[in-house]
Nanobody
Framework: VQLQASGGGLVQAGGSLRLSCAASGRTFGSLAMGWFRQAPGNERELVAAISWYGGNIRYADSVKGRFTISKDNAKNTVYLQMNSLKPEDTAVYYC?????????????????WGQGTQVTVSS
């Protein structure tokens, strides 16, 4: 499985960005896709996850109400719409997929990682 992420950048606080991650290859074993982020000195944390066919979604408490994860099944692409961005959202964002349920998707349960994309929110 290959994951190609895009959409990061620099934005002012209160602004918006949309990340995209296209999955290709042998994806039939994947049950969930998600976005993780890692800021310098911090552990990688789950931001949002969605089941492969989109019926189950999970968010980190810190992004609830601001971020929306969605999936285009025809394109095997997952999106992360990030609104009302805050400086503390600054991190490298990684898309990921795993053969596990959404509720169990942690960094250790990820099977494939995409390349990171930098999100920087200025105050």
């Amino acid at each position: 499985v290959q994951l190609q992420a895009s959409g990061g950048g620099l934005v002012q606080a209160g602004g918006s960005l949309r990340l995209s991650c296209a999955a290709s290859g042998r994806t039939f074993g994947s049950l969930a896709m998600g976005w993780f982020r890692q800021a310098p000195g911090n552990e990688r944390e789950l931001v949002a996850a969605i089941s492969w066919y989109g019926g189950n979604i999970r968010y980190a408490d810190s992004v609830k109400g601001r971020f929306t994860i969605s999936k285009d099944n025809a394109k095997n692409t997952v999106y992360l719409q990030m609104n009302s961005l805050k400086p503390e959202d600054t991190a490298v964002y990684y898309c990921a997929t795993g053969a596990t349920m959404v509720a169990s998707l942690t960094p250790r349960r990820v099977d494939y990682w995409g390349q990171g994309t930098q999100v920087t929110v200025s105050s």
